[in-house]
């Protein structure tokens, strides 16, 4: 059933430049731009962070044959399961999109495409996405489908807790005890230590991204960290990314990496702190600009990972 409204559809506020993505969506056909928009296509900032924590697990422990072939499954399985996720929570979340400016332009929230059929591609898409993983093997593809349910509920966190990012962060970074078990048989103390390490990262972004629709959630009823806590945010942020660097720290430590991790880490807090630093929980801008930081700051992650590993690689 077509959604419809009385009224014009509320006019989505000013969209920040999304770069290549965002130009190759816009130039697609008319009628298919609403579904690339449903999927999130044209903003691939969420995809990457749900790929990277399953690259960082891989640079932890895969050797480079096994890494090439594992990492762009995971690539095509993180923009597919991302996309399905998004999608799904748009039908859910439409009339509270259509209440918050920034969110008031998606596809189903403004009418612009009907909720069956939004449901309908994200169930398909959905269900595609873990058979990717076939190409590994079928305990990857369970594995996989493991955390389709995870995806699913988080739609309804935001309605029932001001917590919703500690769910976000256990199911975007699931692809970490996926590599894990696929990889060496289990988490391990390794494994664990990365994941709630990965769990902090997640909840801190997660939290940043929330302040930047903070006045208009509390307008429609919807709760986060950022509601509850206000101008506090920065705090919360704060210590949860501290959390992550002291956990990447542990990790270090439990994995072996070699020397070449700790300059790295340095960085990555550095990153940290400079997105504490900037993400003003009043500003909304300036809290959407340190979250669009993120991918780069998982990419340093990474690379610390690997650079720990030099000499281990075979």
């Given at each position: 059933m077509t959604v419809t409204s009385q009224a014009p559809p509320p006019a989505p506020a000013p969209a920040s430049p999304q770069g290549r993505a965002a130009r190759l969506v816009r130039r697609a056909p008319s009628g298919a731009r609403p579904y690339l928009e449903l999927l999130r296509l044209d903003r691939p900032v969420g995809a990457w962070l749900l790929v990277v924590p399953g690259w960082i697990a891989?640079?932890?422990?895969?050797?480079?044959?096994?890494?090439?072939?594992?990492?762009l499954l995971l690539l095509v399985f993180g923009v597919l399961s991302r996309g399905a996720a998004c999608g799904l929570n748009d039908v859910l979340d439409a009339r509270f999109d259509a209440r918050v400016p920034r969110t008031a332009g998606r596809p189903v929230a403004s009418g612009r495409l009907a909720a069956g059929r939004a449901l309908v591609l994200c169930v398909a898409v959905g269900a595609v996405a873990p058979l990717v993983m076939g190409f590994w093997s079928v305990e990857a593809v369970v594995w996989a489908a493991v955390g389709a349910p995870l995806a699913a509920v988080y739609p309804y966190m935001k309605r029932v807790t001001h917590w919703p990012h500690v769910w976000l962060g256990l199911t975007i970074n699931w692809t970490v005890p996926l590599v894990y078990v696929l990889l060496?048989?289990?988490?391990?103390?390794?494994?664990?230590?990365?994941?709630?390490?990965?769990?902090?990262?997640?909840?801190?972004?997660?939290v940043i991204y929330a302040c930047q629709d903070r006045e208009a959630d509390v307008r429609a009823g919807v709760r986060s960290a950022a509601v509850l806590l206000g101008r506090r945010s920065r705090v919360l942020v704060g210590g949860v990314y501290a959390g992550c660097v002291v956990l990447l720290a542990w990790f270090g430590a439990v994995a072996g990496l070699g020397p070449l991790y700790w300059p790295g880490l340095c960085v990555v807090a550095g990153q940290l702190g400079w997105q504490v630093w900037r993400a003003n929980p009043a500003d909304a801008g300036a809290c959407g600009r340190a979250f669009g930081t993120n991918p780069l700051c998982g990419l340093l992650i990474l690379v610390a990972v690997l650079a720990g590993r030099v000499g281990t690689l075979g």
């Open positions: 891989l640079g932890a422990t895969a050797g480079p044959r096994d890494g090439v072939l594992l990492g060496t048989g289990g988490l391990g103390r390794g494994g664990w230590v990365l994941y709630g390490a990965l769990i902090c990262w997640a909840v801190g972004t997660d």
